[in-house]
């Protein structure tokens, strides 16, 4: 063990095995309270977790002591830049998990940090309630009375100095003692278990052997960056009329067709001058006509670059006009920032220093083997010059903040600097806390991730390539569950003008339904390439391609909205089940339910309160008749066993009455692929109305 020799000032010193060195004795050792760990803590605090501004938020914290006493855990919480500290009692949960519930009033950065003690009164009361032998009941009472002394003397003398409350513990305190010795057990126990008197004290509670831990970051966004419904075009192609370019005020005219559908964000590609050199013609061939268009991902032309509107889409007036149309619509305008340039952007002339210059004097463009991009120069962000650089890239950010637009996704953002972008982000959020980033990254898992820590509010995901049923249950599993949870926010896309999934090669209209309800209610956010997706585009370039045949990257694309085939009024009512159930504003609740079908998927998500559920079953069949029997889970649910409980059809409007967990459940993909259950306990009234399905 631990021995103490020698004279008073000899330090404790523990022993020391072969070859160790000893270790330093705690600053103090009468602390007994451990506080390891707190949730969120991103990498160990070095990167904030992440919330949304207005709704209560459950924070934890891992504290334990040894022995039986009982311990008091306190959260402290504070807004960045901001005078003043909250501070919230924690209450245990199982396996010595503490939770307290935050609401923080508004977006931006916070810090959280811990504080347990081992409180002598609190422990006190534990064991004095429990006593039954009269003398120690009495003997208890006298060290109570110490404690509440102890209580009395703080309240004196603390920062916030109230005598009528010292005044109070210290006549409680003189009664117990007084009484120790002669009053009734029972009525002695009564007295110092006094609530009004107990809560009281622990107003005063004795911190000197308190444990904290240190704070941690945590930052708030609005709700757009848990719960959203991109909707993706290019406003070139927004004309009436085919063969002339779009313009900005023909996507003013088309925005009450987007508001049709239920969108709220309407992302755009990029909106600047485009490249003339090595401009890409269609199908992504590398010799242009005079007439080609280019790819808008090609920036900059001698018109301008990053902070220029293309000429045939308006003015920077017709710009705000469309943004004040859309806001008035409830539809946010995202812009599409990818940092990169055309060989013809004014950056390569004023800043060549900014890009990799190869021995024959040309410039490195973009490359993905097998894929060429020669109509793009990446920045080098190993130059000099780099502060320069990266002063300019943020710039651009700012710039269209100003002209009233704060969602934006970043091309391609893990071929840029990451220090960059912690930079970058951190900077735009601190003067901006509403701006919301999504990343498009579909790479390797830990980089995705890694971005995301960096601040981006939003990710791209897998979802694309996940179609069956085991992928499907695997990977929503570990996105609603994983540890990446209190960061990486999904956003599911069936389909971008980049990707067009084998999947949906010559697909039918089944799986384009199929595919946009999976999107739509297994994750919170979620958006589809448009007017492809509703008009249902399944042609590739060639066999094994994801490149669209006439790809609307590189050319003009006339799309008729008013074909009769259209999915527009399908997706309008999706996303109007979005909006009106709370349940799928969120992915944690998330729980997948068993079906005896491996081509049938069902799941459910639940608000906190249980007041929405939504079951939803999925046909993964694109051309067959599939049936099954779903379990659910009814404790999950919050149905009990052995009642009646309606499943109403949000698609159909049909309504079953279902008992309790096995159910019969029977879908055709050709009148429409899945059920949107919502849940409900049965209404007497409705019990001899409603039939069993099957």
Known sequence: GVSAGGPAGDTLRPPAGPG???????????????????????????????????????????????GHDRLRVRLHWRAEGEPGTHQVEMEQGHNDEWHAQVCFPKPGTYYFGVTAWVDGLRSWRHDFNRRVDEADIRIAAKVGAELIEGAAARAESGEAATTGDAQTLRSWATQLRQEADTADPEDLKALALDARLNELADEYPDKRFAESF????????????????WYELFPRSASDEPGRHGTFKDVIKRLPY?????????????????????????????????DDVGSPWAIGAEEGGHKSIHPLLGTEADFAELVQAAN?????????????????????????????????????????????????????????????????????FDFWIERGVTIFRVDNPHTKSFAFWEWCIAEIKREHPEAIFLA??????KVMHRLAKLGY?????????????????????????GPGYHY???????????????????????????????????????????????????????????????????????????????????????????????????????????????????????????????????????????????????QALGIPPDTDYTVHDLLSQQRFTWRNGRNFVQLDPNHAPAHIFVVRPQRRSERDFFTFEG
């Open 20 to 66: 160790q060195a000893s270790l330093p004795p705690p600053e103090d050792g009468r602390v007994r309270v451990i506080v390891d760990a707190v949730v969120p803590q991103i990498d160990g605090g070095r990167f904030p977790g992440k919330c949304i501004a207005g709704e209560p938020f459950t924070l934890s914290a891992h504290a334990f002591t040894d």
């Open 214 to 229: 240190p704070e941690r970051p945590l930052f708030a966004d609005r709700l757009k960056a848990r719960f959203s419904s």
């Open 258 to 290: 987007v508001a049709s559908m239920g969108f709220d964000v309407l992302y755009f590609p990029p909106i600047h001058p485009i490249g003339r050199e090595k401009r890409k013609g269609p199908n992504n061939t590398l010799n242009a006509g005079p």
């Open 328 to 396: 008035q619509l409830d539809i946010e305008i995202a812009l599409d920032i990818a940092l990169q340039c055309a060989p013809d952007h004014p950056y390569v002339k004023e800043h060549p220093q900014w890009f990799r210059w190869r021995p024959d004097g040309t410039v490195q463009y973009a490359e993905n083997p097998p894929k060429k991009y020669q109509d793009i120069y990446p920045f080098n962000f190993e130059t000099e010059d780099w502060q320069a650089l990266w002063r300019e890239l943020k710039s651009i």
């Open 440 to 445: 498009e990254a579909f790479t390797r898992p």
């Open 457 to 481: 509010s939003q990710s791209y995901t897998y979802f694309t390539w996940r179609n069956t049923k085991s992928e499907l249950i695997e990977y929503f599993t570990e996105l609603a569950h």
């Open 488 to 634: 990486f926010r999904p956003n599911a896309w069936p389909n971008t003008p980049d990707i067009l999934n084998e999947t949906l090669h010559h697909a039918p209209r089944s799986v384009f339904m199929q595919r946009l309800v999976l999107a739509a209610t297994l994750c919170s956010n979620y958006g589809i390439y448009g007017p492809a997706y509703e008009l249902m585009e399944n042609r590739p370039v060639k066999p094994g391609s994801e490149e669209y045949l006439d790809s609307e990257k590189y050319q003009l694309r006339h799309w008729d909205l008013e074909r009769e085939d259209s999915l527009q009024w399908f997706i309008g009512l999706v996303n109007r089940i979005r909006r009106e159930n709370p349940a799928l504003h969120d992915n944690r609740s998330l729980r997948f339910m068993p079906i005896d079908n491996e081509r049938m998927l069902a799941y459910a998500k639940r608000t906190p309160d249980g007041r929405n559920t939504v079951l939803t079953v999925v046909n993964l069949d694109p051309d067959n008749v599939q049936s099954g029997i779903v379990d659910v889970h009814l």
